[in-house]
């Protein structure tokens, strides 16, 4: 995660820290730890309990106490923001600092109030590690009755959670194997069962999904990955996964994470790739420590390429693409390989030949340069495998000046090996392209590069190959990359997701090599977790019919009540009560003459006379308010608008998945399986008035509709537009036979005046 820096160096401050090692002070420890404060200043362990103090040098200025020099450690590098990055952070980070439980304090109520606060976040304060987490975890394992809390995955989950995922951080883990090395707080309980002490070993934090795989000679300062995205379109959430994992080890290792653009397809990619995978990363706060490209090595990977054709390991083939792709699989049953004759080329002919290839000419433009293993080898990717081939199409870096350019198998390996790669983590569908990789760096006699392999992202119904999603962007089914049903992280963002969801799900998933097809529900399920508590409430009538009331004010009337009745924090919005409203139409389909009901957020109102068309299609209602009325005793809550010149006009936009088959088969096309209604929009909706102050991306509830986020705001001729957020439960192509189609369900075709 990104809170862990530890790469910034600390300011001059110097010093010495004295405490007692009976009760040692966890909380500046383990801020020291982050902030480098474990090299400039003299720690004295004393065998006492006395509190911890501070002597900064040449100053001689004296601090006293752990939370106050917990505190100075975390302010004097403000860029690890263990204070947070503004002031209302800050304040609120001081909030719970101030308020930390103290030695004595019934720990059992303040580990339940915890709990109850984490359980929609990942920290106490923001969406990150700060000060805050750090000493009120201090605080709680310095409470006398700590021991006595039963904190496990069942009890206190989410306070178990959180201290399990603390306790697995490298800051943490040096201090407590030091001054606390007995037990951990989250396997320390002495009611918890055996399995429930060693679960934080398994699972580290609960929904965050084991990262242990045991990097094979890592040491701490020395471990570098990298991230090498192609930039041929926009970053996907399987994308992120690998990102994610990578800068969890070079941060919790303290080493480097490497941003390298494989940039070696000049037909694919682009500078508008590098941006938006740039602006991505962002977004998800990764923050490589170098950026770098394939393109800047063409000169550097071509020397090698030369010394491969040299030495005998590689040889220029002028075969066929189609034919060189048959010879691969035209042994016995398919398990081998057949030679052809360009194996047997002299040196010489294949240097001429890798000319041409520089060249771009004619000739050179039907070869390929082949790697010489094993034609026969049981693994096929090992039967010759190409590693150079020619283009003349521009290449959006070096333009025209390059005619052949390096494949990943053969410039990934050297590259990594040259920027000083330690570690190469990529998913599990490579795994049998690692006995490659291995090949090439022996061959260039190049150091070795550990691979780490971990499992892929699979969803029902959806579609992760770049490939196939460039169809759909060149096709003109989608806007582009951004589009809402895409897998990519501007796409499910614009849909309505949260980075701390897509962070929290994605961390869930750890590095297990472990395949499995999941759903896209538990995606979104977390995200509704996420915004439910926080976005403000809103009303929008679909299908309006009037409802006259003979006692309603006959000129509109104004009344604030809040946008979020469990959050009064969001403030509160103006409604405007009038003697016409709207009701849903589903709604007063449902209604009985002389029946009362509850208008939400004013009052009861009594429905007097209700008139149907030759359908039996209610059109207008007529009735009387009944504000003195108890809502106890009424059994339907309807939401309402007043018919008043204050209205937004709305289109309620409604996605589903580009496909209507849940896994495509091997041979399977996609698009034999389009979805001809992935895209829905109910028009001639009326919204609440107060829906005119949102801006794009503002997320909200539509009372007894579901969750939105604003594509667009009302100008003068357009509506706005409200993009529904899913909310975990199963959508339409899901909940129907694949094979059946995907037309909408019948709620949807209720509310669909229009289909694109």
Same mark, same amino acid.
């Given at each position: 995660?990104?809170?862990?820096?530890?790469?910034?160096?600390?300011?001059?401050?110097?010093?010495?820290?004295?405490?007692?090692?009976?009760?040692?002070?966890?909380?500046?420890?383990?801020? #020291?730890?982050?902030?480098? %404060?474990?090299?400039?200043?003299?720690?004295?362990?004393?065998?006492?309990?006395?509190?911890?103090?501070?002597?900064?040098?040449?100053?001689?200025? %004296?601090?006293?106490?752990?939370?106050?020099?917990?505190?100075?450690?975390?302010?004097?590098?403000?860029?690890?923001?263990?204070? =947070?990055?503004? @002031?209302?952070?800050?304040?609120?980070?001081?909030?719970?600092?101030?308020?930390?439980?103290?030695?004595?304090?019934?720990?059992?109520?303040? #580990?339940?109030?915890?709990?109850?606060?984490?359980?929609?976040?990942?920290?106490?304060?923001?969406?990150?590690?700060?000060?805050?987490?750090?000493?009120?975890?201090?605080?709680?394992?310095?409470? $006398?009755?700590?021991?006595?809390?039963?904190?496990?995955?069942?009890?206190?989950?989410?306070?178990?959670?959180?201290?399990?995922?603390?306790?697995?951080?490298?800051?943490?883990?040096?201090?407590?194997?030091?001054?606390?090395?007995?037990?951990?707080?989250?396997?320390?309980?002495?009611?918890?069962?055996?399995?429930?002490?060693?679960?934080?070993?398994?699972?580290?934090?609960?929904?965050?999904?084991?990262?242990?795989?045991?990097?094979?000679?890592?040491?701490?300062?020395?471990?570098?990955?990298?991230?090498?995205? +192609?930039?041929?379109?926009?970053?996907?959430?399987?994308?992120?996964?690998?990102?994610?994992?990578?800068?969890?080890?070079?941060?919790?290792?303290?080493?480097?994470?490497?941003?390298?653009?494989?940039?070696?397809?000049?037909?694919?990619?682009?500078?508008?790739?590098?941006?938006?995978?740039?602006?991505?990363?962002?977004?998800?706060?990764?923050?490589?420590?170098?950026?770098?490209?394939?393109?800047?090595?063409?000169?550097?990977?071509?020397?090698?390429?030369?010394?491969?054709?040299?030495?005998?390991?590689?040889? *220029?083939?002028?075969?066929?693409?189609?034919?060189?792709?048959?010879?691969?699989?035209?042994?016995?049953?398919?398990?081998?390989?057949?030679?052809?004759? !360009?194996?047997?080329?002299?040196?010489? $002919?294949?240097?001429?030949?890798?000319?041409?290839?520089?060249?771009?000419?004619?000739?050179?433009?039907?070869?390929?340069?082949?790697?010489?293993?094993?034609?026969? #080898?049981?693994?096929?990717?090992?039967?010759?495998?190409?590693?150079?081939? !020619?283009?003349?199409?521009?290449?959006?870096?070096?333009?025209?000046?390059?005619?052949?350019?390096?494949?990943?198998?053969?410039?990934?390996?050297?590259?990594?090996?040259? $920027?000083?790669?330690?570690?190469?983590?990529?998913?599990?569908?490579?795994?049998?392209?690692?006995?490659?990789?291995?090949?090439?760096?022996?061959?260039?006699?190049?150091?070795?590069?550990?691979?780490?392999?971990?499992?892929?992202?699979?969803?029902?119904?959806?579609?992760?190959?770049?490939?196939?999603?460039?169809? /759909?962007?060149?096709?003109?089914?989608?806007?582009?990359?951004?589009?809402?049903?895409?897998?990519?992280?501007?796409?499910?963002?614009?849909?309505?997701?949260?980075?701390?969801?897509?962070?929290?799900?994605?961390? @869930?998933?750890?590095?297990?090599?472990?395949?499995?097809?999941?759903?896209?529900?538990?995606?979104?399920?977390?995200?509704?977790?996420?915004?439910?508590?926080?976005?403000?409430?809103?009303?929008?009538?679909?299908?309006?019919?009037?409802?006259?009331?003979?006692?309603?004010?006959?000129?509109?009337?104004?009344?604030?009540?809040?946008?979020?009745?469990?959050?009064?924090?969001? %403030?509160?919005?103006? *409604?405007?009560?009038?003697?016409?409203?709207?009701?849903?139409?589903?709604? #007063?389909?449902?209604?009985?003459?002389?029946?009362?009901?509850?208008?939400?957020?004013?009052?009861?109102? *009594?429905?007097?006379?209700?008139?149907?068309?030759?359908?039996?299609?209610?059109?207008?209602?007529?009735?009387?308010?009944?504000?003195? =009325?108890?809502?106890?005793?009424?059994?339907?809550?309807?939401?309402?608008?007043?018919?008043? +010149?204050?209205?937004?006009?709305?289109?309620?936009?409604?996605?589903?998945?580009? *496909?209507?088959?849940?896994?495509?088969?091997?041979?399977?096309? /996609?698009?034999?399986?389009?979805?001809?209604?992935?895209?829905?929009?109910?028009?001639?909706?009326?919204?609440?008035?107060?829906?005119?102050?949102?801006?794009?991306?503002?997320?909200?509830?539509?009372?007894?509709?579901?969750?939105?986020? !604003?594509?667009?705001?009302?100008?003068?001729?357009?509506?706005?537009?409200?993009?529904?957020?899913?909310?975990?439960?199963?959508?339409?192509?899901?909940?129907?036979?694949?094979?059946? %189609?995907?037309?909408?369900?019948?709620?949807?075709?209720?509310?669909?005046?229009?289909?694109?």
């Amino acid at each position: 995660p990104s809170s862990q820096h530890t790469k910034t160096k600390m300011t001059s401050n110097k010093g010495v820290a004295k405490f007692g090692s009976i009760n040692p002070p966890l909380a500046p420890l383990i801020v #020291a730890q982050y902030v480098g %404060g474990t090299k400039d200043f003299k720690w004295i362990a004393q065998k006492d309990d006395r509190p911890i103090e501070v002597q900064l040098i040449p100053s001689g200025v %004296g601090l006293k106490g752990s939370n106050t020099v917990a505190r100075f450690f975390a302010r004097t590098l403000p860029e690890v923001q263990l204070y =947070g990055s503004d @002031a209302v952070t800050a304040s609120q980070i001081d909030m719970w600092i101030d308020n930390a439980p103290a030695p004595k304090a019934e720990v059992q109520v303040v #580990a339940e109030s915890i709990n109850k606060h984490l359980k929609l976040r990942t920290f106490l304060v923001g969406h990150d590690i700060s000060i805050a987490d750090i000493i009120i975890y201090a605080a709680l394992r310095a409470n $006398e009755k700590w021991t006595t809390v039963t904190l496990s995955e069942k009890s206190l989950p989410f306070l178990w959670r959180w201290v399990s995922y603390l306790e697995s951080l490298t800051q943490f883990k040096e201090v407590l194997s030091v001054y606390a090395p007995s037990s951990s707080s989250s396997s320390s309980s002495s009611s918890s069962t055996k399995a429930e002490k060693e679960a934080p070993q398994k699972g580290r934090a609960g929904w965050i999904g084991s990262y242990d795989i045991g990097l094979i000679g890592a040491a701490e300062g020395k471990v570098v990955t990298r991230f090498p995205p +192609e930039p041929s379109g926009f970053l996907h959430v399987g994308h992120i996964k690998a990102a994610m994992l990578n800068n969890f080890y070079a941060t919790n290792y303290k080493g480097k994470l490497l941003l390298r653009f494989d940039d070696t397809n000049p037909a694919k990619e682009k500078d508008d790739y590098v941006d938006n995978i740039k602006e991505d990363l962002a977004t998800m706060d990764i923050k490589p420590d170098s950026i770098s490209y394939t393109s800047d090595w063409f000169d550097k990977l071509m020397e090698y390429a030369e010394k491969f054709l040299k030495e005998g390991k590689a040889y *220029i083939d002028t075969t066929p693409q189609l034919e060189i792709q048959a010879q691969r699989r035209a042994g016995p049953g398919g398990n081998e390989g057949v030679e052809n004759k !360009c194996r047997s080329h002299t040196v010489e $002919e294949n240097l001429k030949l890798f000319a041409e290839m520089k060249a771009g000419s004619q000739l050179g433009q039907q070869c390929v340069m082949r790697a010489k293993i094993d034609m026969k #080898a049981k693994n096929a990717v090992l039967r010759d495998p190409s590693l150079f081939r !020619c283009s003349n199409e521009a290449h959006y870096r070096t333009g025209t000046k390059y005619k052949a350019y390096p494949l990943y198998d053969f410039a990934c390996p050297i590259v990594d090996a040259l $920027e000083g790669v330690t570690h190469a983590l990529r998913s599990s569908e490579y795994h049998d392209r690692n006995a490659l990789y291995d090949w090439v760096l022996k061959a260039a006699d190049l150091r070795h590069v550990q691979i780490e392999d971990f499992s892929r992202l699979n969803f029902e119904y959806v579609l992760l190959s770049k490939r196939k999603l460039q169809w /759909f962007v060149d096709n003109k089914h989608v806007e582009g990359w951004h589009d809402p049903r895409f897998p990519t992280v501007q796409g499910i963002l614009r849909r309505g997701m949260t980075v701390e969801a897509l962070r929290e799900f994605i961390l @869930a998933q750890g590095a297990s090599k472990a395949l499995n097809l999941m759903t896209m529900d538990k995606l979104w399920a977390l995200n509704k977790k996420i915004i439910d508590p926080v976005v403000p409430r809103y009303v929008a009538i679909s299908q309006q019919v009037p409802f006259y009331l003979t006692n309603g004010p006959a000129t509109p009337e104004q009344k604030s009540v809040p946008r979020h009745k469990k959050n009064l924090a969001l %403030g509160n919005k103006v *409604i405007f009560l009038s003697n016409v409203l709207f009701i849903e139409r589903d709604d #007063a389909q449902t209604l009985k003459e002389n029946e009362e009901v509850t208008l939400m957020d004013w009052g009861n109102a *009594i429905f007097r006379k209700i008139t149907r068309d030759d359908k039996g299609n209610v059109t207008e209602l007529a009735g009387e308010l009944h504000l003195e =009325g108890d809502f106890k005793t009424t059994e339907k809550k309807l939401t309402w608008l007043a018919d008043t +010149e204050h209205l937004v006009p709305v289109v309620l936009r409604t996605y589903d998945f580009l *496909i209507t088959k849940d896994k495509l088969a091997e041979g399977e096309d /996609f698009k034999d399986f389009l979805n001809p209604n992935s895209l829905i929009d109910a028009v001639g909706v009326k919204g609440d008035g107060s829906l005119r102050y949102l801006n794009v991306g503002d997320k909200i509830q539509l009372e007894r509709n579901g969750y939105y986020i !604003c594509d667009s705001i009302a100008t003068l001729n357009k509506p706005m537009v409200l993009i529904a957020i899913p909310d975990g439960r199963p959508t339409r192509v899901e909940s129907k036979n694949p094979d059946s %189609g995907s037309a909408p369900a019948a709620s949807d075709k209720k509310k669909a005046v229009a289909k694109k």
